[in-house]
């Protein structure tokens, strides 16, 4: 049986753990080679996982793995990442923009230093990653950009909760949709993937809080999502601001109890930027 990934080149940032850790071994297992980026490339005291980890999991899926270490922030670490994917592979069929940085801050409360960070690492990434992916993307029969952003929702309740985290994820889709335009001509699928319910992750558990854990679905709903819109063809799927859930009901899946993280958990949680 063919898989819907076989032979694919998959480049996932923040792929150390959560929701890039998921993708990964999802699109290993769907016979992609996998480039596992993160800045996780040794064992951190209280949050399991590396690149080095995630790539044993690819390889004993029977999966290809390159784990590089990677600074989003820093130009010239992307440079080096992609061009150890030229010499590995030659060309690239996707990247996901997975790495991210969350502060639910107020625009009154927020240090300038720590808005600095998150829009590196969430807004600034995306046109960094991909504008260097170009050249890689560009040899691919298949290629796609999908960056984990939310869609636009200008609610006055979110824009007045924590706005400068709400630019920077915004920011993220307007490129996203403005890229899919422009590279349209290109043949080159960009889209953004956001869960309807928070995703039981580290990131949740710290930033959001530990008892939002059991109302929370598993990080492979998010994984199941971007898998199927990676191996649609390009010309099929641009320009779009998905759901995990909406997406996948439209590809005819209608079983998500799997999903829960715990099944006696009660009423799931909206994430962040959805109404209902």
């Not at 990131?203 to 809080?209: Q, T």
């Not at 898998?227 to 390009?234: E, G, V």
């Not at 715990?262 to 994430?271: I, S």
Request: charged share 25%; aromatic share 6%.
């Amino acid at each position: 049986m063919t898989k819907p990934l076989n032979d694919r080149v998959v480049l996932i940032t923040g792929a150390s753990r959560g929701i890039g850790r998921q993708i990964a071994l999802t699109a290993a297992e769907q016979g992609a080679a996998v480039v596992i980026a993160a800045k996780s490339d040794t064992a951190h005291a209280k949050l399991p996982g590396t690149i080095h980890s995630v790539a044993e999991e690819v390889r004993q899926r029977g999966g290809k793995a390159l784990p590089l270490r990677l600074d989003v922030r820093d130009d010239q670490s992307i440079d080096a990442m992609m061009r150890a994917v030229d010499n590995e592979f030659g060309r690239l069929d996707a990247l996901v923009n997975n790495a991210g940085a969350i502060r639910l801050e107020g625009a009154a409360d927020l240090e300038m230093k720590r808005f600095d960070l998150i829009h590196m690492i969430n807004t600034r990434a995306v046109l960094a990653c991909t504008k260097a992916a170009l050249p890689l993307l560009e040899r691919s029969d298949t290629p796609h950009v999908l960056s984990l952003a939310p869609p636009l929702n200008l609610s006055p309740d979110w824009l007045g909760r924590y706005a400068p985290y709400t630019v920077t994820k915004y920011g993220m889709t307007l490129l996203s949709l403005g890229m899919a335009e422009e590279f349209r001509g290109r043949r080159i699928a960009v889209n953004t993937l956001w869960p309807r319910t928070t995703i039981a992750t580290a990131a949740v558990e710290f930033e959001v809080g530990a008892d939002y854990l059991a109302r929370s679905r598993t990080p492979q709903i998010v994984a199941d999502a971007a898998c199927r819109i990676l191996s649609t063809p390009p010309t099929e799927l641009t320009g779009q601001s998905l759901v995990d859930e909406t997406y996948l009901r439209s590809c005819g899946v209608t079983e998500f109890d799997i999903y829960r993280h715990d099944p006696a958990g009660g009423d799931l949680a909206l994430d962040l930027f959805i109404d209902a």
